[in-house]
């Protein structure tokens, strides 16, 4: 066997899920940068090429996310019903379309056209990958193929943002049409792999239903779902949250917030694997909640503390609190998603995790305004954060273990019912 082959076998050896798990990498990596590249430029291209104010696109996009939590669930059932693959290939598709539209928009009524169309299927991407990855490959290797997927994604974002960086210093329409077609293509091209991606433990047609939203009478899942949203704040914390806080509440020069966000990128790349180990079950995704809600107390506590301190004091103590927020972060993440999984009913993952996702989406919206009003208040909204992180992650084993007898005291689906509401 030459050195390659054997180099190759290692690789697929090597990495959680072999050869399936190397493409949905890949996957995720093309997804990445071409969304990364989008975000760099898209709003310097509506408001400078477009010439649309800041007031008209945040209307359009609140707008476009309005739309996307309407349709989440929906997508979801479909998914049930025809599979992940399938409903993601079509997403992607769509998108790519609608990115193929993008860079043609002349006026506020197109901008609107096109982001409430994007918004159809925004919010559908993330469970039906995330549903994918449970069909491709093993049960025991389903959290680690995600926290290597989440890895990859952390470091195309980086290249995607470096290629929005080019279109930006050109700063001309067709330089900023160049990367939107960019993002176009990556989801052109995330649909054809994805559609020759094997599934492995795909459910039969039998054990599909049509229609169902019993996810919304799940009390325990909705209440797991809840805890899970609550410690996603941690993304708002890295993009609002600590930037506002340096500027307006410590004398550390606002410069230090690339190598802070640089730092957690990092770690967030090098460690997410590690993370989410022992996470196969509900009691190994509970401790990891546990250790994400204490984490990210620790963060808050930090962050309070660092006003009125010396410079260099300061900038150790904002160190110290990036690193408690990328704990926070690893350990929700892979919680989140080894508690998913394994509470989500044998063919309706794509509900199940539509509405997990959606309880993502509800904080992204919130927590800014959460976010911004504890910035200022000072440093007893800090406390009064962590107070709220340190309960959410402590009640994670309870809600679990709830949610896991009602999961196992769920009658088993019955084939004749399959087509049935």
Known sequence: MSVRRQRLRGLRTSIPGGSVGIRLA??????????????????????????????????????????????????????????????LIGVSLWRCACFVLYPFVQNLWQFLTVVCLLGLVDKAAAPMEQALVGQAVSTSDRVRVVAVLRSTRNVGFTVGALLGGVGLLIDTRPGYAVILLLNAASFAALAFLASRLPLLNAPGKELRRRFSVRVLRDGSFLSFAGINAILTMHMTLLSIGIPLWIVGHTDVSAALISPLVAVNT????????????????????????????????????LLGAAPGLPVVLAVVVLL??????????????????????????????????????????????????????????????????????????????????????????????????????
């Open 26 to 87: 890949v996957i995720g990596a093309i997804d990445a940068v071409g969304t990364g590249a989008f975000l760099a430029v898209s709003v310097p291209f509506i408001t400078r090429s477009v010439h649309l104010s800041e007031r008209n696109l945040g209307f359009g996009l609140g707008l476009s996310a309005a739309i996307a939590l309407a349709t989440a669930i929906p997508i979801g059932i479909v998914a049930d019903r025809i599979g992940p693959k399938k409903v």
């Open 320 to 421: 110290l609190a990036m690193i408690a927020l990328t704990g926070g972060e690893l350990w929700q993440s892979a919680g989140g998603w080894g508690g998913s999984y394994l509470l989500a009913p044998t063919g309706q993952e794509g509900v199940y995790l539509s509405v997990f996702w959606l309880g993502v989406a509800v904080q992204q919206i919130a927590a800014p305004i959460a976010v911004s009003l504890i910035v200022t208040v000072g440093s007893s909204g800090w406390i009064a954060l962590a107070v709220v992180f340190a309960a959410a992650g402590f009640a994670a084993p309870a809600i679990g273990r709830w949610a896991q007898t009602q999961a196992a005291a769920r009658p088993q689906q019955d084939p004749s019912l399959a087509e049935t509401t």
């Open 266 to 301: 990092v770690l967030a790349v090098l460690l997410q694997v590690r993370a989410s180990r022992g996470t196969e079950d509900i009691p190994g995704a509970s401790r990891a909640l546990v250790r994400a809600g204490i984490s990210l107390a620790a963060c808050c506590l």
